[in-house]
C-alpha cells in the first residue's frame, strides 16, 4: 500500500502561470486535507475535502487558489496567476472516514521566479 | 482561537544525551496531539500520535507525554544520536474537521 503521493515535487513557475499540485490519497482513504509551509513560517491549514465535495475551505486563500477531489483521479490544488508570496512548500494528507490520524505526502516545492 | 508554542525554537546538543522538547497549546479542549519529524527541504515524518485520553506514548528512544489540564506536552529523546538531528513539529487536532494546528518546530542538531 503506496503512501500520499504527491506530484511535482518540485514546481517552478514564472509569474502570473498557472500551478497544479496532485495528491493521491492513500489507497482506501476518503479525505484529503491541504496545508501550507511559507518560508520561516509554521505549516497552515489550507482545505479539507471528501470525494467530490469540500468541507472546510477556511484556509483558503480567497482568491487565486481553488481544490478538487474529484470521484475519480487525484486531488488537485491549483493556483492561478502565481505570485511570488506562493513560493512555499505544500503538504497533503489523507485519512480515512473514521480515521483519528492523518497521513502525509512528501509535499511539493513550488518556486515562484 | 488554538495557539501551539514550541520551545526552544534550536537546540544543539553532544552525541549521547537525553533531551527534551517542549510543546503548550493554548486551548486544553484537544482530540489528539501529533509529533512530527521534518528533514531540511523534505517532507513530514509522524513519529507519535496522543489522544486526548492518554498520557504518553513511546516508540523506541522517544516518549511524548500530554497534560492536557496544563496544556502541554513534552517529546523525551533518550540517548540522542546525530541522525536525530532534524525540525520536530508538534501538532493539535482540535477536532474541527481534523485541522492540525501546528508550532513553529525545534531545530535539533546533535553533533558527533
Known amino acids: 500500500n503506496a503512501g500520499v503521493m504527491q506530484n511535482p515535487r518540485h514546481l517552478v513557475r514564472r509569474r502570473g502561470q498557472e500551478a497544479r499540485l496532485r495528491c493521491s490519497p492513500m489507497?482506501?482513504?476518503?479525505?484529503v486535507y491541504w496545508y501550507r509551509q511559507l518560508p520561516e513560517e509554521g505549516l497552515k491549514f489550507m482545505v479539507y475535502?471528501?470525494?467530490?465535495?469540500?468541507?472546510?475551505e477556511s484556509g483558503m486563500p480567497k482568491e487565486r487558489f481553488s481544490a478538487e477531489f474529484p470521484k475519480e483521479g487525484p486531488s488537485i490544488l491549483r493556483i492561478q496567476q502565481v505570485v511570488r508570496g506562493d513560493s512555499a512548500a505544500y503538504f497533503c494528507?489523507?485519512?480515512?472516514?473514521?480515521?483519528?490520524?492523518?497521513?502525509f505526502g512528501q509535499g511539493t516545492r513550488l518556486t515562484v521566479v | 482561537k488554538q495557539e501551539v508554542t514550541q520551545i526552544p525554537a534550536a537546540l544543539s546538543v553532544p552525541e549521547g544525551e537525553n533531551l527534551v522538547l517542549n510543546c503548550s497549546f493554548t486551548?486544553?479542549?484537544?482530540?489528539?496531539l501529533q509529533w512530527f519529524r521534518q528533514d531540511p527541504g523534505k517532507g513530514l515524518t509522524s513519529l507519535l500520535l496522543?489522544?486526548?485520553s492518554q498520557r504518553e506514548q513511546t516508540s523506541g528512544r522517544l516518549n511524548a507525554s500530554l497534560d492536557k489540564s496544563s496544556g502541554r506536552s513534552t517529546l523525551y529523546i533518550a540517548a540522542s544520536q546525530p541522525g536525530d538531528s532534524a525540525t520536530y513539529l508538534c501538532?493539535?487536532?482540535?477536532?474541527?474537521?481534523?485541522?492540525?494546528?501546528w508550532g513553529l518546530g525545534t531545530s535539533l542538531a546533535v553533533n558527533p
Open positions: 494528507a489523507s485519512s480515512t472516514a473514521g480515521g483519528t490520524e492523518a497521513f
Open positions: 489507497k482506501g482513504h476518503s479525505h
Open positions: 475535502l471528501q470525494k467530490e465535495n469540500i468541507i472546510d
Open positions: 486551548d486544553s479542549a484537544i482530540y489528539n
Open positions: 496522543i489522544q486526548s
Open positions: 501538532a493539535v487536532d482540535a477536532g474541527n474537521n481534523r485541522k492540525l494546528i
